[in-house]
């Protein structure tokens, strides 16, 4: 097979009838002056703790970066945020028990070396201006030196996603390819308002160097002007002929930057996965299964549009926020995503928006006037955001509706 089917493939294989849901929230890890933790040290933490719970230690250059307890994995972004990914589950209750299972175990490590867990768009010292992201040193990966020195020429704030940002992420499933490419649709369309729901600003007016008027979004503002190769709503997906083929072209077509493969990681630049097979890299036809899998799971990961599809959807456009308000954030794709109801009535409701750039500027919008920006219909994002609340409420049990209530209580930052 050619390395489209293979990729086609690989979604394809994703398909299921479950109705789970993947959380994964980033955290700084900062003393009382805000200051993040040296990576060796945290390094060190992980390998020890790992040990102690007898998960699978993860190793990247050597390093201890993370581990794997069977119901959740921890790693390290590019300046030590640190994140935990929770495995799918239906239930919001053991996603919260599995979440403070985690904070039990960490915050006292982290208490007793002066450190603690912060969840915020943006790293609080950076956002208001007390230091710059040159002040911030990079982990010692080869893969985040490869990014830093290609997002230098690429765009202006790569240095603010890598050492000043961290986000709170939802996986969904998908049970067949007109239902991965409605839902995808769907999300987009109301990705807007699910940014500015779960914005997490530390200062009502702070901007961007250069965005000065844009006061909101700025976790977004960084990624869409990172790189307009892998970054952004999902290119083709609102073509006619969109699917698991035309996605596994964005992911065969997007600049690798770095290829990792066999346990080595080498920068490429601007080739992408099609470029390397034309050039016999590798071959696609003499891989084995499990590095033809982790080959593919690399390419995918080096696309950075706000959502990603692999074996599921991965919803990629919140701010890292508590888990009170997270889990206000599943219950709220929860409703909408797991119910044809609402994916009828917003599918109908949304059937003008019909492009990429409609969407963006409903984003841009939100980004001069959060809230009461005028999008979709001449409605503002504060009635968008109340009825997608609502609309989920009619669809959730009494347990989850309560959830709800986290993301509704947090109107905006001045309240």
């Known amino acids: 097979m050619s390395l489209r089917e293979d990729i086609s493939k690989y979604i394809r294989s994703g398909e299921s009838e479950d109705q ?3 959380l994964e929230i980033e955290h700084f890890v900062v003393d009382d002056q805000g200051t993040q933790i040296d990576f060796h040290e945290i390094s060190q933490l992980i390998d020890r703790v790992g040990r102690d719970l007898g998960a699978d230690i993860i190793y990247m250059d050597g390093f201890p970066v993370g581990y ?3 119901e959740y994995s921890t790693s390290l972004e590019p300046s030590c945020q640190f994140e ?4 799918p589950y239906s239930d919001l209750k053991e996603i919260r028990s599995i979440y403070e299972e985690f904070r039990e175990i960490w915050d006292p490590v982290f208490a007793g070396r002066g450190y603690h867990l912060e969840t915020k768009g943006n790293l609080p010292n950076v956002e208001l201006g007390e230091i710059t992201p040159d002040d911030i040193p990079l982990s010692p990966k080869k893969r985040y030196k490869y990014m830093n020195d290609y997002f230098e020429e690429s765009g202006k704030y790569g240095k603010y996603m890598m050492r000043a940002s961290a986000s709170a992420q939802v996986s969904i499933d998908y049970s067949s390819e007109s239902d991965m490419v409605r839902k995808l649709r769907i999300l987009q369309k109301i990705s807007p308002i699910l940014m500015i729901l779960m914005e997490n600003k530390t200062l009502e007016d702070s901007t961007l160097p250069g965005k000065e008027g844009k006061t909101h979004l700025l976790r977004t503002q960084e990624w869409d002007d990172l790189d307009p190769e892998r970054t952004g709503f999902v290119p083709y997906s609102f073509d006619e002929d969109f699917g698991y083929d035309r996605m596994a072209d964005v992911v065969s077509q997007t600049p ?3 290829l ?15 470029d390397l097979v034309k050039e016999e890299v590798f071959y696609t036809n003499e891989l084995g299964e499990d590095r033809r899998k982790k080959l593919i799971e690399h390419f995918m990961s080096m696309g950075f549009f706000h959502f990603r599809v692999k074996k599921y959807i991965e919803i990629r456009v919140a701010d890292s926020v508590s888990i009170d308000k997270a889990l206000g954030y599943v219950a709220l794709i929860k409703g909408i995503v797991y119910s044809d109801t609402n994916l009828e009535l917003l599918d109908s409701e949304l059937s003008d928006v019909d492009s990429i750039e409609e969407i963006q500027k409903a984003v841009e919008e939100i980004e001069r006037f959060g809230f009461d920006a005028e999008i979709y219909d001449g409605l503002t994002a504060y009635q968008w955001a109340e009825h997608l609340i609502d609309i989920a409420r009619h669809e959730l049990s009494e347990n989850d509706k309560e959830y709800l209530e986290n993301v509704r209580a947090v109107r905006n930052i001045s309240e």
Do not use: M, Q, R
Request: hydrophobic residues 30%.
């Open 20 to 22: 789970n849901l993947g």
């Open 68 to 70: 794997y307890t069977g």
């Open 84 to 87: 935990i990914s929770i495995n």
């Open 256 to 258: 690798l930057i770095l």
């Open 260 to 274: 990792t493969d066999n346990g080595n990681t080498v920068g490429v630049g601007h080739k992408s996965a099609d």
